[in-house]
């Protein structure tokens, strides 16, 4: 309370900047130099060592950017994805925030394919539509069954919000 009452909090941005310049004429960036997520899914080691290995083992810089441009889009989606169905407010993110629990509490499978996204082990772009397909069916599932027990706008609203993010999803997973 002492510190409120002496000014606002400090606090840490939490900003993105996408992955794209790993660097030209011979000189090469790694990690968060390259760019950044967000630190929900705490990736930004992985992806900085997952750098370094790949640039010693490429045979010149624009080798390495385009190894490296494929392989980290999926845990930079990843983590854009889960922050804002965290911190979403809509109809939609809640929803799919019951969605995730309840997909993890229910099929190993998927939670062994979202725990090797998050982990980095999984890049593939299939790997990650095969997770987020199951999500949204969850999702849209949890809408239809509970349909009776909300009201009929806030139904609509979240059908309405899962359009909104297979667009995002069909935009950023075919970008780069």
């Known amino acids: ?3 409120l009452r002496n000014g606002p909090p400090e606090v840490a941005a939490n ?8 660097g030209r004429g011979g000189i090469a960036l790694v990690g968060d130099a390259v760019g950044h997520c967000h630190p929900l899914c705490a990736v930004g080691m992985t992806v900085g060592f997952q750098d370094a290995v790949a640039l010693a083992r490429a045979e010149s810089v624009e080798a390495y950017a385009e190894e490296r441009r494929a392989a980290s889009r999926v ?8 922050y804002d169905v965290f911190a979403g407010r809509d109809a939609s ?3 799919l925030r019951a969605a995730v629990v309840r997909m993890w509490q229910k099929s190993p499978a998927a939670r062994r394919d979202t725990m090797r996204l998050l982990a980095v082990r999984d890049t593939r772009r299939s790997a990650l539509l095969t997770t ?3 999500l949204m069916l969850e999702a849209g599932g949890g809408v239809v069954r509970g349909v009776a027990r909300r009201p009929i706008r806030r139904t609509i609203a979240a059908l309405a919000g899962f359009g909104g993010w297979a667009h995002w999803f069909a935009r950023e997973s075919l970008a780069r």
């Open 1 to 3: 309370a002492r510190a």
């Open 15 to 22: 900003q993105l900047l996408p992955r794209k310049h790993f």
């Open 75 to 82: 845990p930079e989606l990843v983590s854009t994805g889960l």
């Open 93 to 95: 993110a809640e929803e």
């Open 132 to 134: 987020f397909a199951r």
